[in-house]
């Protein structure tokens, strides 16, 4: 046979051995690649899915029938735990869907007895009828020794009382392999001492706290280091004497106005001589007094104290006194972040001439509209900063504008478009340290409106080596009025020879 034959011969052998038969086998087998794949990584994969996804793949076949129960995170969540903003409402259908929700957890849960769940939470509109249920989920936690827990059971409007919320069982009080804990519509209330050995983040939210069990949750957290509190009441001393404990966040504090007759019965008083980090966040029903919290680094102060129609004519010497105390409280904090209540308030003090502590503040970050109302109590921080070397302005979206119309007129009067090229004074932030500005949605409203600052900036930080306009997210605006916008920012005099205008689209 000659060669030419022979090299023929074999190349259609070639040719024969990708038949369609043989093709169909090989995509078969590059289909089911994945099944090759070690069980860890395909735990890991179904671990990113809903456990309701992940729980269909047990089809696929047998390699993959029980696969699903070795994910090490199992949250469950009612597709409608909540209706007419925050609360649900009772309907017959929503009933049958919660009775099914709480059917599938129990088979889920049965299925999953014995494996390595680290991560268990559940939320769904909480029944007196289903306490049994969410028993035996809580005992499942506790014996599959889960490190984080997080339970969300908000309780139907038309029975809502705060002693109709689920009650925790006592045996969750002793577990020591907990490190993580969130509990949302829940009495928290021990019987006994609590024992959350390991416990390194806890969150209660919608909850009303006594002052013994915050007590005995403290004691019972030797290397707790962030604690959380969102719309809650009940209790008037914090005092946390934890090293570990680095962070406190304070969100939505309802407060109890009626239970004293005094200014001093409606406040909370805070003592954390350790404590690093603080954000006190959205509505307070009462008043706060920060008392030693000497170790504080970062604080963050983007709340407003809710006041009466009713209130007497001092409501706002009594509002100003509240702040003042706050910030002589933090005069040696380095990073501080303030909101527009926050700013409206150094507003009236400055427009009232009224003094405001020196700080020690090296890193601002002003959560404001720049409205006529917030302007002035910026100059006031900008003087009462003078290490400030960091200026972080982000343009708030809050729907908090106006907290003080009743004086804004009475008050601030001035021309708000001239307002800093008026200022004859000079501020030390700005000639020897400010460095570093950035302003975050610099057109969220419109963009001359907000120049005038930017301009001030530039032409009095005598040291500035950066500022940042960051107009990421302001899709509405058209590309001109963005490019307009630039070039006359660029325009501005700059009193900084090492000063450079970065933009971010």
């Known amino acids: ?91 017959s259908d929503d009933i049958n869907e919660v009775s099914d929700f709480v059917a599938f957890v129990d088979k889920t849960l049965v299925l999953c007895s014995g494996s390595e769940v680290k991560k268990f939470g559940v939320c769904f509109g909480f029944e007196w009828e289903f306490t049994s249920r969410v028993n035996s989920w809580t005992r499942f936690a506790v014996k599959n020794e889960v490190e984080e827990l997080h339970l969300e059971l908000p309780v139907p409007v038309i029975h809502w009382d705060y002693g109709n919320s689920y009650l925790l069982p006592q045996l969750m009080y002793t577990n020591s392999r907990f490190r993580e804990l969130n509990f949302s519509y829940c009495r928290v209330m021990p019987k006994g001492a609590v024992r959350w050995n390991s416990l390194k983040k806890l969150s209660i939210g919608y909850a009303k706290l006594s002052d013994d069990v915050i007590r005995r949750i403290l004691e019972g957290c030797p290397v707790l280091e962030i604690l959380e509190f969102h719309h809650y009441e009940g209790f008037s001393h914090l005092h946390i004497g934890n090293a570990s404990l680095k962070k406190l966040i304070l969100r939505e504090f309802w407060g109890d106005e009626d239970e004293g007759d005094g200014e001093d019965e409606s406040r909370l008083e805070i003592w954390a001589p350790y404590l690093q980090s603080l954000e006190i966040l959205g509505c307070l029903g009462r008043n706060f007094r920060l008392m030693n919290v000497s170790s504080l680094v970062d604080v963050t102060l983007n709340c407003h104290i809710v006041t009466c129609e009713d209130d007497s004519d001092d409501v706002y010497e009594r509002i100003q006194n509240v702040f003042r105390g706050f910030l002589v409280s933090l005069v040696h904090v380095k990073s501080l972040t303030l909101g527009i209540w926050a700013l409206q308030v150094l507003s009236i003090m400055e427009e009232k001439g009224l003094s405001c502590p020196l700080l020690k503040c090296e890193r601002l970050t002003l959560d404001t509209l720049l409205d006529k109302s917030e302007v002035p109590g910026i100059a006031c921080m900008f003087e009462s900063s003078p290490n400030l070397e960091t200026l972080d302005i982000n343009l708030s979206s809050s729907c908090v504008s106006e907290c003080f119309w009743e004086i804004r007129d009475e008050l601030f009067n001035f021309d708000e478009e001239h307002y800093w090229t008026s200022r004859k004074r000079t501020f030390r932030c700005l000639t020897l340290h400010l460095k570093k500005v950035t302003f975050t949605r610099l057109g969220g409203y419109s963009y001359d409106s907000n120049f005038p600052l930017v301009q001030f900036l530039l032409k009095n930080a005598r040291v500035l080596q950066k500022m940042v306009i960051n107009m990421a997210g302001e899709t509405s605006k058209p590309p001109e009025e963005f490019f307009q916008a630039a070039q006359k920012l660029l325009s501005f005099p700059r009193c900084s020879p090492d000063a450079v205008v970065m933009f971010y689209k």
Not at 14 to 28: A, E, L, T
Not at 29 to 47: E, N
């Open 1 to 91: 046979m000659s060669t030419r034959r022979r090299n023929r011969r074999r190349r259609n052998y070639f040719i024969d051995s990708d038949s369609d038969s043989d093709s169909d086998s090989g995509h078969r087998h590059a289909a089911d690649r994945i099944s090759d794949l070690p069980d860890s990584i395909l735990v890991h994969i179904l671990s990113l899915l809903p456990i309701e996804d992940a729980i269909k793949t047990d089809v696929l076949s047998k390699r993959w029938q029980f696969l699903w129960t070795h994910v090490p995170s199992l949250l469950f969540r009612h597709r409608r735990p909540y209706r007419n903003g925050g609360d649900i409402d009772e309907t």
